[in-house]
């Protein structure tokens, strides 16, 4: 009975270790990355519909729209 809760006990741990580690990947590397994918999308609209949608952006346009979307979301 004693190996079987000292069983028990070690793959509990073992599940607290591992959710901890998806957690900590998950907020720091997979979220980052696709807020950024998202603003970059946003961003790019964004800086399309200020010249009319030709096709062409100004970068500074591009820039300030990311940037906005990065701070809102809680990147910067």
Same mark, same amino acid.
């Given at each position: 009975?004693?190996?079987?809760?000292?069983?028990?006990?070690? $793959?509990?741990?073992?599940?607290?270790?591992?959710?901890?580690?998806? !957690?900590?990947?998950?907020?720091? *590397?997979?979220?980052?990355? %696709?807020?950024?994918? +998202?603003?970059? /999308?946003?961003?790019? +609209? !964004?800086?399309?519909? %200020?010249? !009319?949608? $030709? !096709?062409?952006? /100004?970068?500074? *346009?591009? +820039?300030?729209?990311? @940037?906005?979307?990065? *701070?809102?979301? @809680?990147?910067?």
């Amino acid at each position: 009975m004693k190996k079987l809760k000292a069983y028990v006990v070690k $793959n509990k741990v073992w599940i607290i270790v591992i959710l901890l580690i998806a !957690g900590w990947f998950y907020w720091f *590397q997979w979220r980052p990355v %696709e807020i950024r994918k +998202d603003c970059s /999308v946003i961003a790019m +609209d !964004g800086a399309l519909k %200020e010249n !009319g949608n $030709n !096709g062409r952006y /100004v970068q500074k *346009q591009y +820039d300030h729209y990311y @940037g906005v979307c990065l *701070q809102s979301a @809680g990147l910067r």
